[in-house]
């Protein structure tokens, strides 16, 4: 599994990496190199708390050593990251509970809920789960045809309606499908909203209600997926969302295509809610759980010699 996180990050380590010769030639550290460690960090969207937190140890560092070299400042970087994620890695992977599990993926639009949907349906079907996809976007004439290639293409059941339909009601006779069929993870992909719009976001509680008459514990994992490619500007999203719907979790999708892979480490440090999934390519197999240790080792597998 590291090596999709070094190659799905490799866009996010150019970033920190690739303008620092200086610093990371394994030359002495200066205040030209600290400068341009900060600048880097900046731009790859670690946040200014992370930043400065991965700095100031640096410093401090220096203060005593005198002679930093390269791959010491990345062990710092390395140890820093680890600290502030502490915690972002789920309690217990989904399907692991008794019963049906009820997934809800929700998020602006454009960031690839439909994408991670199908991905997901992959995952856990590869994992022998018995998975159902329940298309409750409907108000994107396109969302229903691409989950229902998904579902084909996987040999996954789905239950689906026309273009225009009641969401909630999609999502009830979703789950009572799942239910009766004996599957263990329903997978329920809403309608990309603009999370300022609140009649858009009351449209997400009413789904929510529904699903809870069958079952009051569900959905059982409410998932923002959000656009690693927008950086920290996904922040307003998840927290307005988390206010109006109450998350379980994150899916941060795009991150190879990304220089700005330290992003999830600003929304984590916002919210506090684990993160589940990443995307690291655009296969099915590229959507890979969430591991501290393989992201932050990604990000600062420094060669000294490179």
């Known amino acids: 599994m590291f090596s999709k996180f070094k190659s799905g ?16 030639g394994g030359k002495k550290l200066d205040t ?4 341009a460690l900060e600048e880097a960090l900046y731009q790859a969207d670690f946040g200014v708390e992370t930043a400065t937190e991965i ?3 640096v410093k401090e560092a220096y203060k005593r050593e005198k002679n930093l070299r390269g791959q ?18 789920p309690a217990k992977p989904i399907g692991e509970s008794e019963g049906l599990e009820v997934l809800c993926l929700l998020g602006v639009n454009g960031v690839g809920k439909t994408t991670t949907a199908g991905k997901l349906g992959c995952l856990f079907k590869n994992k022998g789960y018995g998975v159902l996809l329940g298309a409750c976007d409907t108000f994107r004439a396109a969302a229903n045809e691409q989950i ?5 293409n996987l ?44 009649n858009l976001m009351q449209e997400l509680s009413k789904l929510k209600r529904v699903l809870q008459k069958q ?20 922040i307003d999203q998840a927290r307005i969302f988390h206010e109006h719907f109450g998350l379980t979790g994150l899916i941060v999708t795009k991150l190879d295509g990304t220089s700005r892979g330290g992003a999830l480490v600003g929304i984590y440090r916002e919210l506090g809610i684990p993160i589940y999934y990443v995307g690291l390519g655009e296969r099915a197999e590229d959507l890979q759980p969430f591991s ?5 080792n990604a990000l600062f597998d420094f060669n000294e010699n490179a």
């Open 215 to 234: 079952d009051p514990s569900a959905p059982h994992h409410s998932l923002l997926v959000v656009d690693g490619s927008l950086g920290s500007n996904s």
């Open 148 to 152: 229902k290639t998904w579902s084909e």
């Open 155 to 198: 040999g996954i059941e789905i239950v689906a309606s026309h273009h225009g339909a009641d969401s909630a009601a999609v999502a009830y006779d979703a789950y009572s499908a799942a239910k009766t069929r004996g599957h263990k993870v329903l997978i329920l992909d809403t309608a990309g909203r603009l999370h300022t719009k609140l």
């Open 292 to 296: 501290v240790e393989d992201y932050v």
């Open 9 to 24: 990050l490799q866009k996010t380590t150019q970033k920190i990496f690739g303008s620092l010769s200086n610093l990371f």
């Open 32 to 35: 030209a190199s600290i400068e």
């Open 72 to 89: 010491q400042i990345a062990d710092i970087a390395a140890t820093v990251l680890k600290r502030v994620l502490k915690g972002a890695e």
């Open 55 to 57: 700095i100031d140890e």
